[in-house]
């Protein structure tokens, strides 16, 4: 037989009244303070619309992978192009070029002779930044860039001056991390530089340092989530 708890004496129902009013003011504050950073975001940082959004978010949900559930802000953009510094860069790869919002930004920079290599494995990505972005500079490729290496053999391409990552590294074992830094530091000039952006913890760091003479690192709150940028630098011959 289930006993019936005693109603709660007035005082008591005052109290438990005042604390779901102030529980619900809280709630309504923190929903309209992210719906507002949400906008902003979407209208003056994020290079692309509520079409790149979506895109963005249905993406996130149907790919575990994509790990991102928005373009990055234009002060993501800005901060990884200026740490990419693009002067005098011929070669470039970029890791995990979603949606192309990236992309776009480093074919504005870059030298007319120069060319970049834009990886993207999921496939509904590469499809619609490849067909958007019509540039002789770009190679756009629907591949794993764990096998980077091989990548740029089947395209002639042996050495770059620049690498620009937006994978979720942390989704890689150990091991895989180590490979791909290492894959990475091996295909740079020297002075060449690796710029890992998107990087929501500081677990590369460790690991950079092992595969790089120098590792800046930097964070950025002005993205949806907030993120590292971590650059790591070939030592010079
Ligand atoms: C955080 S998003 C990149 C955001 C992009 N730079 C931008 O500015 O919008 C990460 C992307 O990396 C891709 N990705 C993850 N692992 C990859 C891998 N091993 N090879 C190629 N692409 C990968 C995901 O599909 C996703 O599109």
Redesign the pocket.
């Known amino acids: 037989m289930s006993e019936r708890r005693p109603a709660p004496r007035k005082r008591d129902r005052d109290v438990l009244d005042a604390l779901g009013e102030m529980i619900e003011g809280r709630l309504k504050r923190g929903r309209e303070k992210l719906g507002a950073l949400i906008a902003e975001v979407r209208r003056e940082g994020s290079a692309g619309d509520a079409e790149e959004f979506l895109g963005?978010l249905k993406?996130f949900l149907a790919?575990p992978?994509?790990?991102?559930i928005a373009?990055?802000s234009r002060y993501?953009?800005a901060r990884t192009l200026k740490a990419l510094s693009l002067e005098n860069a011929k070669v470039v790869v970029?890791?995990?070029?979603?949606?192309?919002?990236?992309?776009r930004r480093l074919l504005r920079d870059l030298a007319p002779d120069a060319r970049l290599v834009a990886?993207?494995?999921?496939r509904e990505?590469y499809e619609h930044f490849s067909s958007r972005l019509r540039d002789p500079r770009l190679i756009p490729v629907h591949?794993?860039?764990?096998r980077i290496d091989e990548i740029l053999a089947g395209l002639g391409i042996a050495r770059a001056d620049r690498v620009v990552s937006?994978?979720?590294f942390s989704?890689l074992s150990e091991a895989g991390r180590r490979e791909l830094l290492a894959k990475t530091a091996a295909l740079l000039t020297p002075g060449g530089r690796f710029v890992a952006?998107?990087q929501i913890t500081g677990h590369l760091i460790p690991l950079l340092k092992d595969y790089f003479g120098s590792v800046d690192i930097q964070y950025e709150v002005r993205n949806i989530p907030p993120c590292f940028v971590f650059t790591g630098t070939k030592t010079p011959r």
């Open positions: 963005y993406a790919d992978g994509v790990a991102a373009p990055s993501l953009v970029e890791y995990g070029a979603a949606r192309g919002v990236l992309t990886v993207e494995f999921n990505f591949g794993d860039v764990t937006g994978i979720p989704f952006t998107y």
